[in-house]
């Protein structure tokens, strides 16, 4: 049950130590965000400019000039809103059958003695209280925080789960939901879900 959890601790993002790299090599290149990854930054700010355009909002500049020089962690809010966002975003995620968090009717693949059995996850109270806390973990260490993370490497974590890209867009679909819900500023989300997106192909198995 413990290998399952940590398998299912980093799907977002949920949640991506791999693909986000570390804050010296990320400010080498302008031209991205924060994750180092032309694509990833694009697809950010399309679903950022979707979404806008859906509330019938215009395109928007940078909130705060210079802001953007404090590392993302500390304009999150810290430990606080990071909590905060996985607080909100955790129990929205897990509630989505889109995202399929629990991977229900999922089965291991492969030429292995455990093909064909199923990697579905239980939300019991102990396991949610662990999982939060490793998502907590990720974000802090992906946006400049504090560098501890005890789940498992990006790639090794969803290789069993069959996660297709529908699953990962929804997960981020409810990610930007949640930012929107606790108002975090453009800058900060594009920032964000550009880290995310910046771990799908360590993420994605079923295109």
């Known amino acids: 049950m413990l290998s399952v ?3 299912s601790t980093c799907l ?4 991506l ?3 986000c ?4 090599e990320k400010n080498k290149n302008k031209d991205f965000f924060t994750s180092g990854d032309r694509e990833a930054d694009q697809r950010a700010e399309q679903r950022m400019a979707k979404d806008q355009q859906l509330r019938g909002e215009t395109a928007k500049g940078k909130d705060d000039k210079g802001d953007t020089k404090r590392p993302l962690f500390e304009r999150l809010g810290g ?3 990071v909590a905060q966002i996985v607080d909100d ?3 929205r995620a897990l509630a989505d059958p889109r995202v399929n968090w629990e991977r229900k009717g999922v089965e291991r693949g492969g030429f292995t003695l455990s093909r064909g059995k199923s990697v579905e996850w ?3 109270p102990e396991n949610q209280q ?3 806390k490793h998502i907590e973990q990720f974000l802090a260490v992906a946006t400049g925080g504090p560098p501890q993370y005890d789940g498992k490497e990006m790639t090794d974590a969803h290789k069993a789960l069959h996660i297709s890209n529908a699953e990962f867009d929804a997960t981020i679909g409810d990610l930007k939901a949640t930012l929107d819900k606790l108002s975090v500023k453009t800058d900060e989300q594009k920032e964000l879900l550009s880290i995310i997106e910046s771990t799908r192909n360590q993420v994605v198995s079923e295109r």
């Open 21 to 24: 790299g570390s804050n010296d």
């Open 12 to 15: 977002l993002l949920v949640l």
């Open 79 to 81: 430990e606080t809103g």
């Open 17 to 19: 130590l791999a693909g």
């Open 5 to 7: 959890l940590r398998s």
């Open 89 to 91: 975003f955790l129990p």
């Open 130 to 132: 662990q999982l939060k």
């Open 122 to 124: 239980q939300p019991t």
